[in-house]
Structure formats: structure tokens, C-alpha cells
């Protein structure tokens, strides 16, 4: 069935830096969705990407959708210490189970 | 709009005890799932609903009930409280067909946060 992998799990960042987290579906993806976790918070809707190709930016962070559809990253440009927490890419699988993963937690050092 | 409302926010329980989580969205959403979340694990997922009378088991379901008698509700019931079900808990919505694929936003509840000692 399908699934999506995020790499990396985890991601250590200077304050200041860039840095991209990807999200690998194993299937076409119809679109794709991401949210963030802040420490001690609950998961929540950042964006949705549709068409292939499609790139939306907010503020520093830009979301990409792969040209096949099968891949999507988001890119934090000067990363800040509001950056930090869980970013996810979640998917239905077959048989209807929304499934979140581990996703790619985001820690940043002053 | 309240949106997912998720109860108690933390609760202590002793291990055999038996509790139930609330859970309630005013969206009418069909698609109602409960998560739990423990360090670097991610959220897992351990039942979900498709709609009123429809349930289903997650990934990790053992050791939990669920039940959706009414769109609005979908309480988690733990039915003898282990160590290994401190964890957090979270309680989300969508409309029918959810997440990547559907392009429907899941909403998620504020957690609820057990220890069981």
C-alpha cells in the first residue's frame, strides 16, 4: 500500500542556516498535505500542494511538489528558534487509515 | 467554532484502572481518529471511524476500545491501564476522505497527556 517516508527523522540546525526535509511516496500522490507540531502542541495545517511542479512559499519556508508527484520538501530559509517541532506529510493508506509517520523532528541551537 | 475537543487534558491513573477519553468535533466531520504519541515515535495511530457505527483498529489498538455512536463523538476507552499507555493522545477530524490524496485538512485535538503508575 502506500506510504510516505520523511527524511531525515531528524534535523539539527544553527539558527541562521537553511535547511529542506523531504517527504517520498512509494505512489502518484493526488496531493500533498504538511503540518507542524510544536513542542508540547498539537499538529497543525501548514499547506497543500496539487499540481505537479507546484512550489507556495510562506514567509521562509517554501513547499515544492515533485514534477511526478511522488515527492514533496519543504525548505526553511535563516531558520529561527520558532522553527522548531515536528514537521509531518500525512497519507491514507488503502485501506482508508490516515497514517502520520515519525516526521522530521527540527531542533534549533542559537 | 470549537473545532476538536479533547478531555481530560491530563489525568494519572493507577495500572488495572479503567478511563475513558472524550472526544467531540462540531465540524460534522465524518473521519474521526485517535493517535498516540511517544517520544520519537511519531503519532500512531490506534482506532479510527469512517462514520457513526464504523470503527476500525490502527496500528497499535491493543488494550483500547472505541466507539461512534453519534458523528460528533469518539470517546477512547482504556480498558486496564498499563505503564506502557502513558503516552499522548490526540483526537483528530477530516471530512470523509482525509489527508494526502483528498485534500481535506485533518484537525487535531490539544492532546491529552496520561501517566499510568
Known amino acids: 500500500g502506500q506510504q510516505v517516508m520523511q527524511i531525515p527523522q531528524y534535523q539539527h540546525v544553527q539558527e541562521g542556516e537553511d535547511f529542506t526535509t523531504y517527504c517520498n511516496s512509494s505512489?502518484?500522490?493526488?496531493?500533498i498535505q504538511w503540518y507542524k507540531q510544536r513542542p508540547g502542541g498539537h499538529p497543525v495545517f501548514l499547506i497543500q500542494?496539487?499540481?505537479?511542479?507546484e512550489v507556495k512559499k510562506q514567509k521562509r519556508l517554501t513547499f515544492q511538489f515533485g514534477e511526478a508527484k511522488k515527492n514533496s520538501s519543504l525548505h526553511i530559509t535563516a531558520t529561527q528558534t520558532t522553527d522548531v517541532g515536528t514537521y509531518f506529510c500525512?497519507?491514507?493508506?488503502?485501506?482508508?487509515?490516515?497514517?502520520f509517520g515519525a516526521g522530521t523532528q527540527v531542533v534549533v541551537t542559537p | 467554532n470549537a473545532g476538536v475537543t479533547q478531555t481530560p487534558k491530563f489525568q494519572v491513573l493507577k495500572t488495572g484502572q479503567s478511563m475513558t477519553l472524550q472526544c467531540a468535533q462540531d465540524?460534522?466531520?465524518?473521519?474521526m481518529s485517535w493517535y498516540r504519541q511517544d517520544p520519537g515515535m511519531g503519532l500512531r495511530l490506534i482506532h479510527y471511524?469512517?462514520?457513526?457505527?464504523?470503527?476500525d483498529q490502527g496500528e497499535v489498538p491493543n488494550g483500547y476500545n472505541v466507539s461512534r455512536s453519534t458523528t460528533e463523538d469518539f470517546p477512547l476507552r482504556l480498558l486496564s491501564a498499563a505503564p506502557s499507555q502513558t503516552s499522548v493522545y490526540f483526537c483528530?477530524?477530516?471530512?470523509?476522505?482525509?489527508?494526502?490524496?483528498?485534500?481535506?485538512?485533518?484537525?487535531f485535538g490539544e492532546g491529552s497527556w496520561l501517566t499510568v503508575v
Open positions: 465540524m460534522n466531520h465524518e473521519y
Open positions: 500525512p497519507w491514507s493508506d488503502s485501506w482508508g487509515k490516515l497514517q
Open positions: 505512489t502518484t500522490l493526488s496531493n
Open positions: 471511524s469512517v462514520g457513526a457505527g464504523i470503527t
Open positions: 500542494l496539487v499540481k505537479s511542479g
Open positions: 483528530a477530524s477530516s471530512s470523509t476522505g482525509v489527508g494526502a490524496g483528498t485534500g481535506n485538512t485533518i484537525y
